[in-house]
């Protein structure tokens, strides 16, 4: 079974710039969540998709930054203009159940993305 | 709201030592808690959760940890350190009342250390 699967891993992108992450969770997985760590603090929580549906975006940080999941397939984080604060390191992951103990959360590697 | 506290960023234990990374949680209603792990360039792995069945909780690679509800802790422990334990924990609570869904809230993180 394939993994949580994200691009690029790495981005460095200059302030004003849009950047688009992609995330390509576990097949069959309805459940996406983007979750972000900024440097040194905690990984915080983004958003929640359940196929294609936005079940929960209460983490978003502002307007500037739009998920979509067309199809109920990948997902797309596209962050226009990004601004220095938004340097971090961004996860996806994926479940199969959105509510349950036990329907675990599979991560991707992440992308690092760095606003200069 | 929920949160998590992990006492101590960076922890460097010798290998064949004790691991004890420490986790408190702060929540109205006992919550889920888990353990996760981050090896370098990779995704968060789980570790192990807690769900009320039992306080102590065996996960894998060795680790196990036990919940406390008078110390509203969930310190992670394992007997014996080896170098291939060097990577970066999160502890992280999600919310029962909602069912335990996988909106998780995490600590900043510790570093483990294993030296020869």
């Known amino acids: 079974e394939a993994g949580v699967t994200q691009f690029p891993s790495h981005s460095v992108i200059e302030k004003g710039q849009t950047v688009t992450l992609r995330c390509d969770p576990i097949s069959g997985h309805d459940n996406l969540y983007w979750y972000r760590r900024v440097m040194g603090k905690e990984i915080k929580f983004l958003l929640h998709?359940?196929?294609?549906?936005?079940?929960?975006e209460s983490g978003m940080p502002n307007n500037r930054f739009l998920a979509e999941r067309t199809g109920g397939t990948y997902s797309t984080l596209k962050v226009q203009p990004a601004e220095l604060e938004d340097s971090g390191v961004y996860f996806c992951?994926?479940?199969?159940?959105?509510?349950?103990?036990?329907?675990?959360?599979?991560f991707g590697n992440g992308t690092r993305l760095t606003v200069t | 709201a929920q949160s998590v506290t992990q006492l101590g960023s960076h922890v460097s234990v010798s290998e064949g030592a004790l691991v004890l990374l420490r986790c408190n949680y702060s929540s109205s209603v006992p919550p889920y808690l888990f353990w996760y792990v981050q090896y370098p360039n990779q995704g968060l792995q789980l570790l192990l959760k807690?769900?009320?069945?039992?306080?102590l909780v065996k996960g894998i690679n060795g680790f196990e940890a036990e919940f406390k509800k008078s110390e509203t802790s969930f310190h992670l422990t394992k007997p014996s350190a080896h170098m291939s334990d060097a990577a970066e924990y999160f502890c992280a609570v999600s919310d029962r009342l909602t069912g335990g869904g996988n909106k998780l809230t995490f600590g900043t993180g510790t570093q483990l250390k294993v030296e020869l």
């Open positions: 807690y769900t009320s069945a039992a306080t």
């Open positions: 992951a994926s479940s199969l159940r959105g509510t349950g103990i036990n329907s675990p959360l599979h």
């Open positions: 998709f359940v196929k294609e549906s936005k079940q929960d």
